[in-house]
């Protein structure tokens, strides 16, 4: 028996491949998702042999989940757009299925998922694996009740807050349950600077730097200003040609 989560925004989509499963008695439905955010929970949960996977989903994509789960289990994309079939190989996915698809071409994927399966995860995707522990692009966070995703492209700078920190984006302020420290690690360090004991800034959201006493006071893309403290000043000036 193999375990199989099917994630789709739409529920005609997860119908279908319920439908189609119906077929192979030996592949087990254990989960379904309409979104990013609850598809990371559940593959993380169950731990499925195989998942259907769509691709443009609300809030977060199907790239964006495999970047949030804790093994990559094999991956069927099952989406109606087309221009993402290259990226979809490049993280080494088992087959992608361009939506309406056949009853034959449903056959096709489960065939060659069985292939995969054989292994406890395709070497492939152990590559991803690796890849995926660099640096996020899209991050999990607090606002208000609920938790919800963030780009961390959108990102202006970062705040300490206690043991916590704030992260604001153009119009949003979010909260991190890690500290300023951690967040200092796990972001790209060639776009995301500590300059200050309290604050990182996003380089790309920097518009102008403008000298403050003996450091620096930068003004970002919003229009916000942080200031840089002395102790970290140096790395201003490494900056500036």
Request: net charge neutral; aromatic share 10%; no cysteine.
């Amino acid at each position: 028996m193999k375990k199989v989560v099917i994630v789709d925004d739409e529920k005609s989509g997860r119908n279908l491949i319920k439908e189609y499963l119906e077929a192979y008695p030996d592949l087990i439905l254990v989960g379904e998702a309409n979104n990013g955010v609850d598809a990371i929970k559940i593959i993380n949960e169950f731990k499925p042999d195989l998942v259907f996977m769509d691709i443009q989903m609300p809030g977060m994509t199907g790239f964006d989940v495999l970047q949030h789960l804790d093994e990559i289990p094999n991956i069927i994309f099952s989406t109606a757009y087309d221009q993402y079939a290259l990226k979809a190989f490049e993280v080494h996915a088992i087959d992608y299925l361009l939506k309406p698809y056949t009853k034959d071409r449903f056959e096709t994927s489960i065939k060659k998922a069985s292939l995969g399966m054989t292994k406890k995860i395709i070497p492939l995707a152990e590559e991803h694996m690796a890849k995926k522990q660099d640096f996020p692009e899209r991050i999990i966070v607090e606002k208000g009740n609920k938790y919800v995703t963030l780009s961390t492209a959108d990102i202006h700078h970062i705040e300490a807050y206690g043991d916590y920190s704030k992260i604001h984006s153009a119009k949003e302020t979010y909260l991190s349950n890690h500290g300023i420290g951690a967040l200092e690690e796990r972001l790209h360090p060639t776009r995301f600077l500590r300059i200050h004991r309290s604050s990182i800034v996003h380089l790309e959201k920097v518009a102008e730097v403008a000298k403050y006493g003996k450091s620096y006071l930068l003004v970002l893309t919003n229009q916000e200003k942080v200031k840089v403290s002395r102790g970290y000043a140096d790395k201003i000036k490494e900056l500036i040609f």
